[in-house]
């Protein structure tokens, strides 16, 4: 089975439920979360906003767009956002938190970068 034959929407559905979850039921500092790495939810962020951009990637590359980065990129940063600004509307144990959207688009940047140079050299390879 190819990479590409994967059904990457309903991996981009799963992650993206899962990000929610994460993001308005886990309570921060609870026994869910291990506290021994200062900042690891934005290892969290990174990984999992990272592997959004990919899962929604894939999944417009086989269906709409040769290129969808930027529309990826919008995607995430306006999920990101939505989820950041309701956090405190939603609940009353999180807040706004700036550096919870950077690690997002920092993922996001860089994994779409190495999918795009994997994409680019299997392409080489082929032709």
Known sequence: MSIESL????ISVINLTLIIYLSFFIIPGSPDIPGFIPHADKIGHFVLYGFQAVSLSMYFRKYFFKNPNTIVLTICFIIGLVIEYL??????????DFLDILA???GVLISLIILKVLIRNRDKREH
């Open 104 to 106: 997002n688009l920092t």
């Open 7 to 10: 059904n990457w929407q309903f």
């Open 87 to 96: 956090q405190p509307v939603l609940t009353n144990n999180r807040v706004f």
